[in-house]
């Protein structure tokens, strides 16, 4: 029973560390724009399948894992450039429209170079599952939380320690009061895309040895980063991490002890319920309406 439960755990806490990954790319681009990027999936598709795409031709992994990482960057900030920076005088809905129509138009691309099947990557280190109180664990799964881990870290640290953070938590509180100090909000919003879209490639490449990619996955993956930004509150990155954990870890656990065939029903479920009692999310900003 024990061992059951334990295993149903870690494989929550594993894809609950990759949701918060794309949840943290969501609330980025949210608090720099209050823009909900649905191209968000796109990113970890591109990912994943750039390091399969380019180990696959001979490429060292590692090398394979940064030049996946720097096209996707290079993405982020195309569609930045070129699909919202154009349309910055249009409504936060138009704006939304505009992520939707770069993620299935990123999904056709991919479609075409990379066809339709799925794709296997190896695992970082070794192949050897890790037995703890009779559960099975894939080793990936540490690097997946210890990259969680790190970036999460990293992430922290650019906020509070350097410039270019603090610029884009000030464009988030006040984008006019940020231009008139001299902050360069377009290229803050770059930047955000920026960061997102290297978010996002990470959580994919980290990923990909256990769920395998193909050119679709960003699709289900994404919605459910969503999902977990909604539920930890849009905003909060504490919020993101909690959220992509917590939804993991229910999701293992219906998956397990009810049905796999309920796992995504019960990922929408949570989202309906937590919104219903905490329309703003977790920890979402507590809003004072002077009457």
């Avoid at 060292?60 to 720097?70: E, F, K, Q, S, T």
């Avoid at 339709?116 to 703890?132: A, G, L, T, W």
């Amino acid at each position: 029973m024990l061992a059951e439960f334990l295993q149903y755990l870690f494989t929550g806490i594993t894809i609950g560390a990759t949701y918060a990954l794309i949840a943290l790319g969501f609330t980025l681009i949210y608090n720099a724009s209050h823009v909900i990027n649905f191209a968000q999936g796109e990113f970890l598709m591109i990912g994943g399948m750039a390091t399969v795409s380019l180990t696959a031709m001979g490429v060292p992994m590692v090398l394979a894992i940064v030049l996946a990482i720097i096209l996707a960057g290079i993405l982020g900030i195309a569609l930045q450039r070129f699909a919202i920076a154009p349309a910055k005088q249009a409504d936060v809905v138009t704006l939304i429209i505009i992520t939707i129509g770069a993620s299935i138009f990123i999904r056709g691309i991919a479609q075409v170079v990379w066809g339709k099947e799925y794709h296997v990557m190896q695992n970082f280190s070794s192949d050897e599952p890790i037995r703890v109180f009779g559960a099975v664990l894939n080793s990936q799964s540490l690097w997946v939380l210890g990259v969680g881990a790190v970036v999460v870290v990293a992430l922290v640290l650019f906020f509070t320690k350097t410039l270019t953070g603090k610029a884009i938590l000030a464009t988030s509180m006040n984008k006019e009061a940020a231009r008139l100090v001299g902050v360069r909000t377009q290229m803050v919003l770059m930047l955000a895309f920026l960061v997102s879209a290297l978010l996002g490639s990470v959580a994919g490449i980290v990923v990909a040895p256990i769920t395998f990619t193909s050119y679709d996955i960003g699709i289900i993956l994404g919605l459910k980063g969503f999902v977990a930004a909604a539920i930890g509150g849009l905003g909060s990155g504490v919020g993101a991490v909690v959220g992509g954990l917590a939804l993991g870890i229910v999701e293992a656990m219906a998956a397990g002890y009810i049905s796999s065939d309920y796992k995504d029903a019960v990922a929408f479920s949570m989202i309906l319920l937590v919104l219903f009692f905490m329309p703003r999310g977790l920890f979402g900003p507590k809003v004072v309406e002077r009457v």
